[in-house]
Protein backbone atom coordinates (compact mmCIF):
# COMPACT_ATOMS: atom_id res chain seq x y z
CA UNK A 1 0.00 0.00 0.00
CA UNK A 2 2.79 2.41 0.80
CA UNK A 3 4.27 1.77 -2.63
CA UNK A 4 1.15 2.13 -4.28
CA UNK A 5 0.83 5.53 -2.51
CA UNK A 6 4.66 6.62 -3.16
CA UNK A 7 5.40 5.60 -6.40
CA UNK A 8 1.94 5.69 -8.29
CA UNK A 9 -1.19 7.90 -6.75
CA UNK A 10 0.81 10.63 -4.98
CA UNK A 11 2.55 11.70 -7.84
CA UNK A 12 -0.40 11.88 -9.83
CA UNK A 13 -2.12 14.07 -7.11
CA UNK A 14 0.46 17.08 -7.96
CA UNK A 15 -1.16 20.35 -9.72
CA UNK A 16 -5.03 18.58 -9.14
CA UNK A 17 -7.74 20.75 -7.10
CA UNK A 18 -7.97 19.14 -4.31
CA UNK A 19 -11.56 20.50 -3.54
CA UNK A 20 -12.67 17.65 -6.20
CA UNK A 21 -12.36 14.74 -3.79
CA UNK A 22 -15.07 12.33 -5.97
CA UNK A 23 -13.36 13.56 -9.35
CA UNK A 24 -10.30 12.44 -7.64
CA UNK A 25 -12.02 8.90 -6.32
CA UNK A 26 -13.29 8.24 -9.60
CA UNK A 27 -9.94 8.90 -11.75
CA UNK A 28 -7.82 6.44 -9.03
CA UNK A 29 -10.22 3.73 -9.19
CA UNK A 30 -11.07 4.10 -12.72
CA UNK A 31 -7.70 4.52 -13.74
CA UNK A 32 -6.92 1.14 -11.86
CA UNK A 33 -8.01 -1.63 -14.13
CA UNK A 34 -7.09 -4.17 -11.62
CA UNK A 35 -8.95 -2.55 -9.30
CA UNK A 36 -11.30 -3.72 -6.14
CA UNK A 37 -8.27 -5.79 -4.10
CA UNK A 38 -7.58 -4.67 -0.55
CA UNK A 39 -3.94 -2.50 -1.80
CA UNK A 40 -5.67 -0.60 -4.92
CA UNK A 41 -8.66 0.44 -2.22
CA UNK A 42 -6.55 1.11 1.30
CA UNK A 43 -4.33 3.16 -0.80
CA UNK A 44 -7.43 5.20 -1.95
CA UNK A 45 -9.52 5.21 1.13
CA UNK A 46 -6.16 6.81 2.19
CA UNK A 47 -5.52 9.91 -0.07
CA UNK A 48 -9.74 9.93 0.06
CA UNK A 49 -9.94 10.49 4.11
CA UNK A 50 -6.74 13.11 3.50
CA UNK A 51 -9.03 15.19 1.07
CA UNK A 52 -11.84 15.39 3.22
CA UNK A 53 -9.72 16.63 5.80
CA UNK A 54 -8.54 19.43 3.78
CA UNK A 55 -12.09 20.30 2.34
CA UNK A 56 -13.68 20.35 6.06
CA UNK A 57 -10.48 22.52 7.27
CA UNK A 58 -10.95 24.66 4.61
CA UNK A 59 -13.96 25.08 5.70
CA UNK A 60 -13.40 25.35 9.32
CA UNK A 61 -15.41 23.03 10.54
CA UNK A 62 -15.37 19.28 11.66
CA UNK A 63 -16.05 16.81 9.47
CA UNK A 64 -19.02 15.31 10.46
CA UNK A 65 -20.51 18.67 10.00
CA UNK A 66 -19.57 18.79 5.94
CA UNK A 67 -20.98 15.63 6.16
CA UNK A 68 -24.67 16.82 6.77
CA UNK A 69 -24.05 17.48 10.66
CA UNK A 70 -24.53 15.13 13.46
CA UNK A 71 -27.21 12.16 12.92
CA UNK A 72 -26.75 11.32 16.93
CA UNK A 73 -25.14 12.65 20.38
CA UNK A 74 -22.45 10.38 20.60
CA UNK A 75 -20.83 7.21 18.75
CA UNK A 76 -21.63 3.96 21.02
CA UNK A 77 -18.60 2.20 20.97
CA UNK A 78 -17.83 -1.51 21.92
CA UNK A 79 -14.51 -2.61 23.68
CA UNK A 80 -12.92 -6.17 23.97
CA UNK A 81 -12.88 -8.18 26.71
CA UNK A 82 -11.01 -11.76 27.08
CA UNK A 83 -9.25 -13.99 29.43
CA UNK A 84 -7.92 -17.73 29.38
CA UNK A 85 -10.74 -18.31 31.46
CA UNK A 86 -14.50 -17.66 32.01
CA UNK A 87 -13.73 -16.16 35.32
CA UNK A 88 -10.73 -14.41 33.54
CA UNK A 89 -13.11 -12.91 30.99
CA UNK A 90 -15.88 -12.40 33.83
CA UNK A 91 -13.31 -9.80 35.34
CA UNK A 92 -12.26 -8.23 32.44
CA UNK A 93 -15.99 -7.44 31.72
CA UNK A 94 -16.79 -6.08 35.26
CA UNK A 95 -13.79 -3.69 34.05
CA UNK A 96 -15.27 -2.88 31.08
CA UNK A 97 -18.24 -2.39 32.58
CA UNK A 98 -17.13 0.02 35.17
CA UNK A 99 -15.60 2.15 32.56
CA UNK A 100 -18.95 2.78 30.58
CA UNK A 101 -19.14 0.20 28.08
CA UNK A 102 -22.53 -0.15 27.08
CA UNK A 103 -21.63 -2.97 24.28
CA UNK A 104 -18.75 -5.22 24.87
CA UNK A 105 -17.45 -8.36 22.66
CA UNK A 106 -16.48 -11.24 24.85
CA UNK A 107 -13.89 -14.05 23.64
CA UNK A 108 -12.43 -17.04 25.74
CA UNK A 109 -9.86 -19.46 25.79
CA UNK A 110 -11.02 -22.77 24.85
CA UNK A 111 -10.26 -26.18 27.38
CA UNK A 112 -8.07 -28.16 25.82
CA UNK A 113 -6.87 -25.66 23.17
CA UNK A 114 -3.55 -23.74 23.53
CA UNK A 115 -4.41 -20.33 22.18
CA UNK A 116 -7.84 -19.43 20.12
CA UNK A 117 -8.94 -16.20 18.37
CA UNK A 118 -9.63 -13.48 20.29
CA UNK A 119 -7.75 -14.33 23.92
CA UNK A 120 -5.32 -12.44 25.07
CA UNK A 121 -1.67 -13.74 26.35
CA UNK A 122 -1.59 -12.94 29.42
CA UNK A 123 -3.93 -11.92 32.03
CA UNK A 124 -4.71 -8.33 32.10
CA UNK A 125 -2.92 -7.84 28.62
CA UNK A 126 -5.22 -6.36 25.66
CA UNK A 127 -5.78 -8.84 22.81
CA UNK A 128 -3.36 -8.53 20.28
CA UNK A 129 -3.53 -11.73 17.60
CA UNK A 130 -0.07 -10.77 15.49
CA UNK A 131 3.13 -12.27 16.64
CA UNK A 132 6.60 -11.14 15.90
CA UNK A 133 8.98 -13.23 14.52
CA UNK A 134 10.34 -14.57 10.91
CA UNK A 135 6.93 -16.57 9.38
CA UNK A 136 3.18 -16.41 11.18
CA UNK A 137 2.59 -19.02 14.11
CA UNK A 138 0.55 -21.53 12.94
CA UNK A 139 -2.38 -22.42 15.43
CA UNK A 140 -4.45 -24.97 15.99
CA UNK A 141 -8.43 -25.10 16.22
CA UNK A 142 -11.04 -27.53 17.17
CA UNK A 143 -14.44 -26.64 15.97
CA UNK A 144 -16.45 -29.12 18.39
CA UNK A 145 -14.81 -28.24 21.46
CA UNK A 146 -15.58 -24.73 20.49
CA UNK A 147 -19.09 -25.29 19.87
CA UNK A 148 -19.68 -26.98 22.83
CA UNK A 149 -17.81 -24.50 24.97
CA UNK A 150 -19.06 -21.03 24.28
CA UNK A 151 -22.37 -21.31 25.16
CA UNK A 152 -21.14 -21.27 28.66
CA UNK A 153 -19.33 -18.63 28.45
CA UNK A 154 -22.41 -16.29 26.94
CA UNK A 155 -24.08 -18.00 29.71
CA UNK A 156 -21.48 -16.75 32.50
CA UNK A 157 -21.97 -13.56 31.38
CA UNK A 158 -25.43 -12.81 31.22
CA UNK A 159 -25.93 -14.69 34.50
CA UNK A 160 -23.50 -12.76 36.26
CA UNK A 161 -24.07 -9.46 34.53
CA UNK A 162 -27.81 -9.60 33.34
CA UNK A 163 -29.07 -7.59 30.20
CA UNK A 164 -28.03 -4.12 30.52
CA UNK A 165 -25.32 -4.28 27.88
CA UNK A 166 -24.88 -5.17 24.46
CA UNK A 167 -23.44 -8.75 24.41
CA UNK A 168 -21.13 -9.48 20.99
CA UNK A 169 -19.10 -12.14 19.69
CA UNK A 170 -16.26 -13.01 16.83
CA UNK A 171 -16.68 -16.14 15.35
CA UNK A 172 -13.88 -15.02 12.68
CA UNK A 173 -14.94 -17.40 9.97
CA UNK A 174 -14.08 -20.54 11.70
CA UNK A 175 -17.68 -22.40 11.05
CA UNK A 176 -19.22 -24.06 8.11
CA UNK A 177 -23.04 -22.75 7.39
CA UNK A 178 -24.55 -25.36 8.94
CA UNK A 179 -22.33 -25.59 12.02
CA UNK A 180 -23.20 -21.57 12.06
CA UNK A 181 -26.62 -21.88 11.54
CA UNK A 182 -26.58 -24.51 14.69
CA UNK A 183 -24.69 -22.58 17.21
CA UNK A 184 -26.42 -19.21 15.94
CA UNK A 185 -29.87 -20.61 16.90
CA UNK A 186 -28.93 -22.41 20.51
CA UNK A 187 -27.72 -18.85 21.41
CA UNK A 188 -30.75 -17.14 21.23
CA UNK A 189 -31.69 -17.03 24.76
CA UNK A 190 -28.72 -15.07 25.63
CA UNK A 191 -29.76 -12.59 22.74
CA UNK A 192 -25.97 -11.10 21.10
CA UNK A 193 -26.13 -7.85 19.81
CA UNK A 194 -24.61 -9.73 16.92
CA UNK A 195 -22.52 -12.89 16.19
CA UNK A 196 -19.86 -11.75 13.42
CA UNK A 197 -18.24 -13.71 10.55
CA UNK A 198 -19.72 -17.02 11.41
CA UNK A 199 -18.26 -18.32 8.28
CA UNK A 200 -16.33 -16.90 5.12
CA UNK A 201 -18.09 -14.80 3.12
CA UNK A 202 -16.70 -15.76 -0.32
CA UNK A 203 -19.67 -17.87 -0.54
CA UNK A 204 -22.76 -14.88 0.12
CA UNK A 205 -25.51 -17.36 -0.60
CA UNK A 206 -24.60 -20.12 2.10
CA UNK A 207 -25.57 -17.09 4.64
CA UNK A 208 -29.10 -17.65 3.55
CA UNK A 209 -28.99 -20.66 5.01
CA UNK A 210 -28.05 -19.36 8.65
CA UNK A 211 -30.63 -16.81 8.17
CA UNK A 212 -33.16 -19.53 7.35
CA UNK A 213 -32.53 -21.09 10.97
CA UNK A 214 -31.73 -18.07 13.70
CA UNK A 215 -32.87 -14.97 14.45
CA UNK A 216 -29.20 -14.33 16.31
CA UNK A 217 -27.96 -10.84 14.15
CA UNK A 218 -25.11 -11.44 12.21
CA UNK A 219 -22.43 -9.31 11.45
CA UNK A 220 -19.88 -9.31 8.21
CA UNK A 221 -17.70 -7.74 6.35
CA UNK A 222 -14.24 -6.03 7.78
CA UNK A 223 -12.24 -7.68 4.83
CA UNK A 224 -14.41 -5.89 2.00
CA UNK A 225 -13.02 -3.91 -0.30
CA UNK A 226 -15.75 -1.95 -2.23
CA UNK A 227 -19.39 -1.98 -2.19
CA UNK A 228 -19.53 -4.80 -4.62
CA UNK A 229 -18.16 -7.08 -1.63
CA UNK A 230 -21.52 -6.26 -0.17
CA UNK A 231 -24.09 -5.92 -2.84
CA UNK A 232 -25.04 -9.58 -2.33
CA UNK A 233 -25.23 -10.14 1.73
CA UNK A 234 -27.22 -6.19 1.83
CA UNK A 235 -29.49 -6.87 -1.42
CA UNK A 236 -30.82 -10.03 -0.19
CA UNK A 237 -30.98 -8.75 3.69
CA UNK A 238 -28.80 -11.97 4.71
CA UNK A 239 -26.59 -9.79 7.76
CA UNK A 240 -27.45 -7.33 9.63
CA UNK A 241 -24.50 -5.24 10.09
CA UNK A 242 -21.78 -4.51 7.61
CA UNK A 243 -18.46 -3.94 9.02
CA UNK A 244 -16.51 -2.57 6.14
CA UNK A 245 -14.43 -0.04 7.12
CA UNK A 246 -13.43 3.36 5.85
CA UNK A 247 -9.69 2.33 5.51
CA UNK A 248 -9.87 -1.01 2.92
CA UNK A 249 -13.71 0.28 1.39
CA UNK A 250 -12.46 3.42 -0.38
CA UNK A 251 -12.54 6.03 2.24
CA UNK A 252 -15.34 8.29 3.14
CA UNK A 253 -16.54 8.49 -0.39
CA UNK A 254 -16.66 4.56 -1.01
CA UNK A 255 -17.86 4.29 2.60
CA UNK A 256 -21.09 6.68 1.90
CA UNK A 257 -22.01 4.53 -0.75
CA UNK A 258 -21.97 1.26 1.00
CA UNK A 259 -24.11 2.87 3.91
CA UNK A 260 -26.56 4.31 1.41
CA UNK A 261 -27.19 1.10 -0.14
CA UNK A 262 -27.14 -0.42 3.24
CA UNK A 263 -30.08 1.89 4.48
CA UNK A 264 -32.34 0.71 1.76
CA UNK A 265 -32.50 -2.90 3.58
CA UNK A 266 -32.60 -2.09 7.01
CA UNK A 267 -29.14 -3.30 6.99
CA UNK A 268 -27.17 -0.59 9.57
CA UNK A 269 -22.85 -0.17 10.12
CA UNK A 270 -20.80 -1.58 12.73
CA UNK A 271 -17.23 -0.82 10.98
CA UNK A 272 -14.06 -2.67 12.08
CA UNK A 273 -12.30 -0.85 13.94
CA UNK A 274 -9.01 -3.06 15.45
CA UNK A 275 -5.77 -1.34 16.98
CA UNK A 276 -3.65 -2.03 13.91
CA UNK A 277 -5.57 0.86 12.08
CA UNK A 278 -4.25 4.26 13.39
CA UNK A 279 -5.72 6.61 15.41
CA UNK A 280 -6.22 8.80 11.71
CA UNK A 281 -8.61 6.05 10.63
CA UNK A 282 -10.65 6.30 14.17
CA UNK A 283 -11.17 9.75 14.07
CA UNK A 284 -12.65 9.80 10.26
CA UNK A 285 -14.62 6.53 11.57
CA UNK A 286 -16.08 8.67 14.25
CA UNK A 287 -16.78 11.64 12.21
CA UNK A 288 -18.93 9.15 9.89
CA UNK A 289 -20.40 7.41 12.70
CA UNK A 290 -21.65 10.92 14.03
CA UNK A 291 -23.30 11.67 10.88
CA UNK A 292 -24.33 8.06 9.46
CA UNK A 293 -28.03 7.67 9.24
CA UNK A 294 -27.99 4.50 9.75
CA UNK A 295 -25.35 3.49 12.33
CA UNK A 296 -25.25 0.82 14.36
CA UNK A 297 -22.22 0.77 16.76
CA UNK A 298 -17.97 1.19 16.10
CA UNK A 299 -15.58 -1.35 17.06
CA UNK A 300 -12.31 0.41 19.42
CA UNK A 301 -9.95 -1.92 20.97
CA UNK A 302 -8.00 1.28 21.79
CA UNK A 303 -4.67 2.49 21.66
CA UNK A 304 -1.24 2.32 24.04
CA UNK A 305 -0.14 5.68 25.60
CA UNK A 306 2.85 5.77 22.65
CA UNK A 307 0.30 5.50 20.03
CA UNK A 308 -1.57 8.51 21.62
CA UNK A 309 1.41 10.57 21.63
CA UNK A 310 2.23 10.09 18.46
CA UNK A 311 -1.20 10.99 17.16
CA UNK A 312 -2.56 14.14 19.10
CA UNK A 313 -6.36 14.02 18.87
CA UNK A 314 -9.37 15.89 20.09
CA UNK A 315 -11.88 12.55 20.18
CA UNK A 316 -13.35 12.05 24.00
CA UNK A 317 -15.41 8.85 25.31
CA UNK A 318 -18.04 9.02 27.99
CA UNK A 319 -20.55 6.10 29.17
CA UNK A 320 -20.00 4.29 26.36
CA UNK A 321 -20.03 6.96 23.71
CA UNK A 322 -17.35 9.00 22.02
CA UNK A 323 -17.07 11.61 19.99
CA UNK A 324 -14.67 12.79 17.24
CA UNK A 325 -14.70 16.42 18.88
CA UNK A 326 -15.35 20.18 16.92
CA UNK A 327 -11.91 21.06 15.39
CA UNK A 328 -11.84 21.42 11.62
CA UNK A 329 -10.79 18.65 9.85
CA UNK A 330 -10.92 14.67 11.62
CA UNK A 331 -9.49 16.48 14.76
CA UNK A 332 -6.41 14.59 14.81
CA UNK A 333 -2.60 14.80 14.04
CA UNK A 334 0.75 12.67 13.21
CA UNK A 335 4.12 13.85 14.97
CA UNK A 336 6.53 12.86 12.49
CA UNK A 337 9.44 13.48 14.77
CA UNK A 338 8.48 11.07 17.82
CA UNK A 339 7.02 8.41 15.05
CA UNK A 340 10.74 8.39 14.04
CA UNK A 341 11.23 7.06 17.69
CA UNK A 342 9.37 3.55 17.31
CA UNK A 343 10.48 2.53 13.81
CA UNK A 344 8.66 -0.10 11.95
CA UNK A 345 8.94 -3.35 14.03
CA UNK A 346 6.86 -6.14 11.70
CA UNK A 347 4.64 -8.71 12.72
CA UNK A 348 2.17 -11.56 11.30
CA UNK A 349 -1.21 -12.82 12.10
CA UNK A 350 -0.93 -16.22 12.96
CA UNK A 351 -2.40 -19.22 10.73
CA UNK A 352 -5.16 -21.66 11.46
CA UNK A 353 -5.26 -25.49 11.27
CA UNK A 354 -7.40 -28.19 12.09
CA UNK A 355 -6.11 -30.88 15.15
CA UNK A 356 -5.36 -33.34 12.10
CA UNK A 357 -3.19 -30.73 9.96
CA UNK A 358 -5.84 -29.29 7.63
CA UNK A 359 -5.06 -25.16 7.19
CA UNK A 360 -8.69 -23.79 8.22
CA UNK A 361 -9.22 -20.34 8.32
CA UNK A 362 -7.75 -18.21 11.12
Same mark, same amino acid.
Given at each position: VASYLTDHLCPQLIGRDARRIEDIWQFFYKGAY??? *???? &??AISAV /??????? +?? +????MPLYQLLGGASREGVMVYCHTTGHTIDDVLEDYARHKEQGFKAIRVQCGVPGMKTTY? &?? +? *??????????KGQWPEEQLWSTEKYLDFTPKLFDAVRNTFGFNEHLLHDMHHR?? $???????? %???????LFWMEDPTPAENQA??????????? $?????EVFNSIWDCKQLIEEQLIDYIRTTLTHAGGITGMR =??????SLYQVRTGSHGPSDLSPVCMAAA??? /???? $??? *????? &??????MLEVFPHNWTFEGGYM???? %???? *???? /?? %???? %?? $?????????? =?LEDGTLWNW
Open positions: WRR *GPVT &MS /DMALWDI +KA +KAANG &MA +K *GKGLAYEPATLT $PIEAARFG %KGIEDYRCFRLIRQHTVT $PIAVG =RIADFALHF /DLWV $PNF *GVQEF &MGYSEQHPGD %KPGL *GIEF /DE %KLAA %KY $PYDPAYLPVA =R
